[in-house]
């Protein structure tokens, strides 16, 4: 079955960088649309980063112009490259894959202080 693997996530102060990566198995990757979504403490999971299987991206309004998302079909792996973070940012990341059903991994911290 299809299986995400996030990693990368961490303690950072504002205004500094993170890089996330999200490593797929048991599936075909390269046609899959992969996502970032985030979920902070008391609010609902939202919207990060969309990248189709063929390279569109689509952003979260909060995060555009700091966040970049990219994929590499070779490894099996999408990123998220976090720049500019912000105490806001501070959220569990989700990495999702979708195509019919979307699959999620289990989440990594990130934790960006003032």
């Known amino acids: 079955q299809v299986q995400l693997m996030e990693s990368g996530g961490g303690s950072v102060q504002a205004g500094g960088s993170l890089r996330l990566s999200c490593a797929a198995s048991?599936?075909?990757?390269?046609?899959?649309?992969m996502g970032w979504y985030r979920q902070a403490p008391g609010k609902q999971r939202e919207l990060v980063a969309l990248i189709t299987s063929g390279g569109t991206t689509n952003y979260g309004d909060s995060v555009k112009g700091r966040f970049t998302i990219s994929r590499d079909n070779a490894k099996s792996t999408v990123y998220l490259q976090m720049n500019s973070l912000r105490p806001e940012d501070t959220a569990v990341y989700y990495c999702s894959a979708a195509r019919i059903t979307t699959t999620w991994g289990q989440g990594t911290q990130v934790t960006v202080s003032s």
């Open positions: 048991g599936m075909i990757f390269s046609i899959y649309t």
